[in-house]
């Protein structure tokens, strides 16, 4: 079965950076769009980032000029660099793959970003 390990996350101050990484096992993951979501309390989960087989990007406008996806070829890890970090960044960051704005497979337990001073 597919599943998905996140790590990188944790309390940075506003301006700082962080890089996340997704573990991807149970899949050939290279032919599918990945995604980098996150979900903030009380809020719904929302697409940030994607990045389709051929290495076409995507991002939301929130944190566009910020924040990098990117994926290796070689085992298809996929990555987040968030750099300009601000406070409203703060939430549970996950990643799939990505069917039209949404997870295609189950979630793993997310990684938390918290942003504050």
């Known amino acids: 079965q597919v599943q998905f390990v996140e790590s990188g996350g944790g309390l940075v101050q506003p301006g700082g950076s962080l890089r996340l990484s997704c573990a991807a096992s149970?899949?050939?993951?290279?032919?599918?769009?990945m995604g980098w979501y996150r979900q903030a309390p009380g809020k719904q989960r929302e697409l940030v980032a994607a990045i389709t087989s051929g290495g076409s990007t995507n991002y939301a406008d929130s944190v566009k000029g910020r924040f990098t996806i990117s994926r290796d070829g070689a085992k298809n890890p996929v990555y987040l660099q968030m750099n300009s970090l601000k406070p409203e960044d703060t939430a549970v960051y996950y990643c799939?793959?990505?069917?039209?704005?949404?997870?295609?497979?189950?979630w793993g337990q997310g990684t938390q970003v918290t942003v504050s001073s």
């Open positions: 799939n793959a990505d069917y039209r704005g949404t997870g295609y497979f189950s």
């Open positions: 149970g899949r050939a993951f290279k032919i599918y769009t």
